[in-house]
């Protein structure tokens, strides 16, 4: 059984406002997916806050920085 609540159906809005605990790594997996900055953008900050960060940071710094 699933833990955390799948976002791939949401918006980047509707993901952003809601206070549903979305796993990390599907936060991740779904701005790399859409090419989606601003969901990029806002995984970066939330990894900032991780101790144990994995290498999709770097996709993610590419993604948005080129």
Known sequence: ???????KN???EEI?????PFHIDDLVALALEREDVLLASHCLEELKQCDDVKESVVDLKNMIFG
């Open 1 to 7: 059984m699933r833990k955390y609540p799948n976002p």
């Open 10 to 12: 949401l918006t980047t």
């Open 16 to 20: 952003l406002k809601s206070r549903r």
